[in-house]
Nanobody
Framework: QVQLVESGGGLVQAGGSLRLSCAAS????????MGWFRQAPGKGRDFVAG????????YYADSVKGRFTISRDNAKNTVYLQMNSLKAEDTAVYYC???????????????????WGQGTQLTVSS
């Protein structure tokens, strides 16, 4: 089983920036496509950003495009989500997810992922 641990959440003012990290266990991290999802109170778990297993492709939800950047460091078994120009509507619990198998696409739904972290809270004050 792969363990994912998110960190870096917290309280930030609107317009500010924050970077989330997701550290993965195991020796096959470089074969996983990775995604970030978020869930606000009373809402579903929505796709935020994804990165292919080789790092060659990224995809973003329209709501964060141009503000968020997903990246990975295979040497550290870590995926990042750099969040800039934060808005109050970004407030949510953010989850890291992984899918194994060197798949040729980035899943855009939660059901496309095999492993999940525990989540980290981001609160953006306005």
């Amino acid at each position: 089983q792969v363990q994912l641990v998110e960190s870096g959440g917290g309280l930030v003012q609107a317009g500010g920036s924050l970077r989330l990290s997701c550290a993965a266990s195991g020796r096959t991290f470089s074969t996983y496509a990775m995604g970030w999802f978020r869930q606000a109170p009373g809402k579903g778990r929505d796709f935020v950003a994804g990165i292919s297993w080789d790092g060659g492709s990224t995809y973003y939800a329209d709501s964060v495009k141009g503000r968020f950047t997903i990246s990975r460091d295979n040497a550290k078994n870590t995926v990042y989500l750099q969040m800039n120009s934060l808005k109050a509507e970004d407030t949510a619990v953010y989850y890291c997810a992984a899918v194994r198998g060197r798949i040729s696409y980035i899943p855009l739904s939660a059901g496309g992922y095999d492993y999940w972290g525990q989540g980290t809270q981001l609160t953006v004050s306005s």
